[in-house]
């Protein structure tokens, strides 16, 4: 009965959402409401277990001094942090102007900033070697991707301006990179991306399928 009733649990739940998507009225629609409940009593109880296990792990490898067990114990007065200043401001925790949003404005969001900052050079050093003209392919990518780079930043077009100037030459605004790269990001790129879209939408719905009729089952731990 270990796999029984989750597979029972999971092909009920399945097929009321696939069936109320379609047919919005009693009682699917009720079903709909109550299993949307559960889901997030469920996901509420995962964040929570995912977090003590953090701990747990954390805690351990500050025991037994690990390797960079000292970015552990950061992480754990963080966590310490965070709960006891939430709990602390009550049901309107996150409101303006409470110490949480003062946490989050002035510490969460800076250090986020400075994530994706870093996360630019790693995006630059990939760049640097996915986009090397060997073929084709990789040459349109590559002239592309140089396109939408300069694009993207003011100075592109301030570039290219001067440069124009400095030799008289004319030039229209659709060649300038700005216009290129929206260009490009319009038609080549939302193409691209709506097939990828696409795709991901059929294997959602094929390994949704496989789950719900029971054939995929190893989020139960086998097969």
Known sequence: MRREIPLIITAVVGFVYVIQYFIPHYPFNN?????????????????????????????????KKRRDWGYSII??????????????GGRDFRDLGTNFDWLYRFIYTPLSATMFALLAFFVA??????????????????????????????VGDALVTKVAGLISLPIPDAVLPSKIATWIMN?????????????????IVSTSLRVILGIERAHLGGE
Do not use: H, T
């Open 187 to 203: 038609y080549i790129n939302a193409a691209g991306q709506r097939a990828i879209m696409i795709g991901i939408a059929l294997g």
């Open 125 to 154: 050093s990939a760049s640097y070697r996915a986009f090397r003209a060997r073929n084709l392919e990789a040459s349109l990518l590559l002239v592309a991707a140089f396109f939408v780079m300069i694009g993207r930043v003011p």
């Open 75 to 88: 992480i754990i007065l963080s966590f310490a942090l965070i709960v006891v200043i939430g709990f602390g």
């Open 31 to 63: 079903l709909n409401g109550w299993f949307s409940d559960w889901f997030s009593i469920i996901g509420a109880c995962a964040i929570w277990l995912g977090a003590l296990n953090l701990m747990r792990i954390s805690f351990d490898k500050v025991y």
